[in-house]
Each structure stands twice: as structure tokens, then as C-alpha cells.
T-cell receptor, first 115, second 114 residues
Framework: DGGITQSPKYLFRKEGQNVTLSCEQN?????MYWYRQDPGQGLRLIYY???????QKGDIAEGYSVSREKKESFPLTVTSAQKNPTAFYLC??????????????FGPGTRLTVL | AQKITQTQPGMFVQEKEAVTLDCTYD???????LFWYKQPSSGEMIFLIY??????QNATEGRYSLNFQKARKSANLVISASQLGDSAMYFC???????????FGSGTKLNVKP
């Protein structure tokens, strides 16, 4: 079955540590996105990538980094510079515009808690 | 300026009744798409319905319909015959095709009462 997988589902980190959240898709989608969601809030864009080896900052990129070495994978690193990283992180993807599909597809999310 | 505005943080509806969730948007891109997603307490994002900026007819998907008023820049979601399972957060989103970015509103928490 095609879809987006995120791992782990729950992640605990000590203050001052970097941590990497995994996002893999087998939908052959070109674009991938990372969002952060705080309790009771909407989604805020961290980073997005339209093609391999290229990515752009979103609205809240400070303290985060990404890479896009393969089409299927878009890992997000939460660095120690991120002041308040406890949140729910969602990865999403969309196909190229020529494929006639409009919506974003989402992974199940990772809940990160900083202890 | 906010790209997507949802002015109802929370709403209650009686089971089997219809409910309208409000959404207004702001864009200068003539080509855009509007979406509604449902997020249950599990956190997954479930796509409900899509409306393109050039679509003449309002979109419908089962019990969901999108009331698209382009001049007013509104894209309200109508859920008919509410069910207990409809209790969730609902997000309105917009895609600007020129930039391939998505913008999300702050969400509306819907509670369906038995």
C-alpha cells in the first residue's frame, strides 16, 4: 500500500540533544513538507522541498534542519537551538501538478516531548 | 495578513443536524485550491473535500459540501446529518499553485452531541 510513514510515533529527548524525525513516502510524490502543530493549534510550515536536493524554509525554520537526498525521504532534525521543541510533527507530500491530484497526503505524525 | 481565517474555535451540533464551519481566505494568486481536513484525536489528517478556484460548481463529497463564494473569499464546509464520529478538529487550507505552498487555518473543534 502506498503512503507516508513517520517514525517514531513518540519520541522523548533530553534538553540540549539533537533528534531526527524520519519521513518516508512511496507515493512517488515530488514535494514534501514538514509541519509543527502545538496543542489546539493549526499547522505551521517548517520546511518544504519541491525536488530532490532542494528545500526552502517555511514560517518557523529556526532551530530545525532538513535534507532531501532521495525522492522518498525527507528527514527533519530538531536541533538544540530550537527553544521549545515539544510538539506534534506532521510530514506531508504532494505529487507534481501534472498528476491531477491536488491535496496533501499526511503521515501519522510524531509526538516529540523534551524532558 | 492571515491567509486562512477560521473564526469558530469550537462548535456544538446535535446529532443528525447540519452544521457549517466557516473559512475565509486571502490570496492574490488567481489559481488556487481550497481544502478541508478532519483531524480526530489520534492526530491523523483526513482529507475531506477540494474546491478549485476555477470550479463553477460547489464541491460535494457524500455528507460534505463546500459553499464556495469567490467574491467574498469564503469556503465554508457544510456537514449534513452530523454523526458522533464527526467530532474532531477541522482545518481549512489553501494551496497557491504558483508557489506550491499550503496554508492552514487555526481550526474549529466540532463536538457532536447525542
Amino acid at each position: 500500500d502506498g503512503g507516508i510513514t513517520q517514525s517514531p510515533k513518540y519520541l522523548f529527548r533530553k534538553e540540549g540533544q539533537n533528534v531526527t524525525l524520519s519521513c518516508e513516502q512511496n507515493l512517488n510524490h515530488d514535494a514534501m513538507y514538514w509541519y509543527r502543530q502545538d496543542p489546539g493549534q493549526g499547522l505551521r510550515l517548517i520546511y518544504y522541498s519541491q525536488i530532490v536536493n532542494d528545500f526552502q524554509k517555511g514560517d518557523i525554520a529556526e532551530g530545525y534542519s532538513v535534507s532531501r537526498e532521495k525522492k522518498e525521504s525527507f528527514p527533519l532534525t530538531v536541533t538544540s537551538a530550537q527553544k521549545n521543541p515539544t510538539a506534534f510533527y506532521l510530514c506531508a507530500s504532494t505529487p507534481g501538478s501534472a498528476q491531477g491530484v491536488n491535496e496533501q497526503f499526511f503521515g501519522p505524525g510524531t509526538r516529540l516531548t523534551v524532558l | 495578513a492571515q491567509k486562512i481565517t477560521q473564526t469558530q474555535p469550537g462548535m456544538f451540533v446535535q446529532e443528525k443536524e447540519a452544521v457549517t464551519l466557516d473559512c475565509t481566505y486571502d490570496t492574490s494568486d488567481p489559481s488556487y485550491g481550497l481544502f478541508w481536513y478532519k483531524q480526530p484525536s489520534s492526530g491523523e489528517m483526513i482529507f475531506l473535500i477540494y474546491q478549485g478556484s476555477y470550479d463553477q460548481q460547489n464541491a460535494t463529497e457524500g455528507r460534505y459540501s463546500l459553499n464556495f463564494q469567490k467574491a467574498r473569499k469564503s469556503a465554508n464546509l457544510v456537514i449534513s446529518a452530523s454523526q458522533l464520529g464527526d467530532s474532531a478538529m477541522y482545518f481549512c487550507a489553501m494551496r497557491e499553485w504558483n508557489f506550491n505552498k499550503f496554508y492552514f487555518g487555526s481550526g474549529t473543534k466540532l463536538n457532536v452531541k447525542p
